[in-house]
Each structure stands twice: as C-alpha cells, then as structure tokens.
C-alpha cells in the first residue's frame, strides 16, 4: 500500500463525483478521489446530491433528477482521470453486488488501475477486498462500529482504517500503528487539525476545503513525499 499512499496524503470529500469536481481536485493536490458510489439498475453511479462547502469547483445543487437523466458513473470517472490517480469509492446501499460490479467495470475499462474502497457495510468491503488491485479501508463513524471494525481489519492482509477525526485517539491509532495499518481520517476542517492528527500517526485526511489539500500537498513537497 505503501507504494500508492505518500504520508501525508490527501483526499477529496466527494471529488470524484462529477468531472469538473476530479479536475480541480487534482489540480489543488488530492492524491485521492473520494467519491460515493451505488449499484443502481445496473449502473454504478457516482451521485450528485448536496453542496461541499468550502468546495466552489465541488458545487452541487440539490436536484429532482428526472428518471431519464444520465447520471455521472464510475466509468466516466475512470475515463475522466489519469491512472496514476488514486480513486476512493465510498460503498453506498445494501447491495452485495456493488464489489463484484466495480472488479467487473474496472477489468472492461482500466484492468491495470489499483483502487481504494471504503464504508460501514463491511460484508459488502469483504466481497472484493482479497482482489490484487484493491485497497480496502474499514470506516468507522461511531463507537459502536469499532470493535466490528477491528475485528475485520485484524484479518487483514493490509490494515486500513477511515477513521472519523472526533473518534482518532492515540489508543485506536497505535492499534492500527502495531498491525502496519494505514489511517485516514474524515471531517477534517482545517490545517491545525489536519498537523495535530498527523502527529498522532494519522496518514491521510479526507476533506472538503481546498487549503488542506494545499497544505498537504506544501508537507509532502518538504518532507520529500511526492510520488512521481
């Protein structure tokens, strides 16, 4: 894992949800895409239904989307970006088919590029998580769901955790510490608490403000972290 990840690395909150949204990503320095995905009548569609803040480029309207309209997918995403770039697809849904279906689309349109998962449904992680060419990360947003978590990143091959930033304590990042796992957090606002995470051990930051993915982009250029 360590091959695809700088640390720090940086993820766009919802970025791969339109094309505009992956480019200008990109262009502010997210090292991931983070975007959310569903199975719906066969199609894996990266939704667009709310606005991200402190995002212009990421500016989504809240929409009543007519039945017909062709909605942006994870074939388009793929198309739209560079494999060197690191999608992170957020499971969405109950559907069990949405794993099988990403290795599907991904064999047809880009069998040589490596992604990243994540999600609370960590059965539906499971189905794909084994495939050479998929990163899993577990997420964790409530106390609840830790020591489920834990229970299958212990089982991992390749531990890693998307951790939300209240819950990211020093005793739940050396756990992750001692097994060689990989921690991203989520809901992270600005760059202090982007530096105080990182001094704990955390690696990567999922975000919706465009200063963090310069300011981490400025960290890695210091500590000699940008992969070519």
């Known amino acids: 894992m360590s091959s695809h990840l700088p640390r720090p690395f940086a993820s766009g909150h919802r970025a791969g949800n339109s094309r505009q949204a992956a480019l200008a990503a990109i262009d502010a320095g997210a090292d991931l895409l983070e975007t959310d995905i569903w199975l719906h009548r ?7 239904e709310e606005s991200l ?14 039945h017909w309209y062709k909605r942006f997918t994870l074939h388009d995403l793929l198309k739209t970006t ?7 697809l957020d499971f969405k849904g109950k559907h069990m088919g949405l794993g099988p279906a990403v290795l599907a689309e991904l064999e047809r349109t880009a069998p040589n590029r490596v992604v990243a998962t994540c999600g609370r449904n960590y059965p539906q992680l499971r189905t794909i998580a084994d495939a050479p060419n998929i990163i899993t ?16 990143i212990a089982a991992s091959p390749a531990p890693a955790l998307s951790l939300i930033a209240n819950m990211a304590t020093e005793e739940r990042i050396n756990w992750m510490k001692e097994r060689g796992g ?8 600005d760059t202090h608490e982007m530096e105080r995470l990182f001094a704990l051990g955390v690696d990567g930051f999922t ?6 993915l310069t300011h981490i982009r400025e960290m890695q250029r210091r500590l000699g972290q940008i992969l070519g």
């Open 207 to 212: 975000t919706d403000h465009a200063d963090v």
């Open 137 to 152: 990360f577990y997420s964790v947003g409530t106390e609840e769901e830790w020591p489920v978590a834990q229970e299958y």
């Open 53 to 66: 803040g402190p995002f212009p480029f990421l500016w989504e309207k809240r929409l009543r989307i007519p």
């Open 82 to 88: 560079p494999e060197t770039t690191l999608l992170f």
């Open 42 to 48: 066969g199609r894996l569609e990266l939704r667009h």
């Open 182 to 189: 990989v921690i991203v957090c989520w809901g992270v606002e």
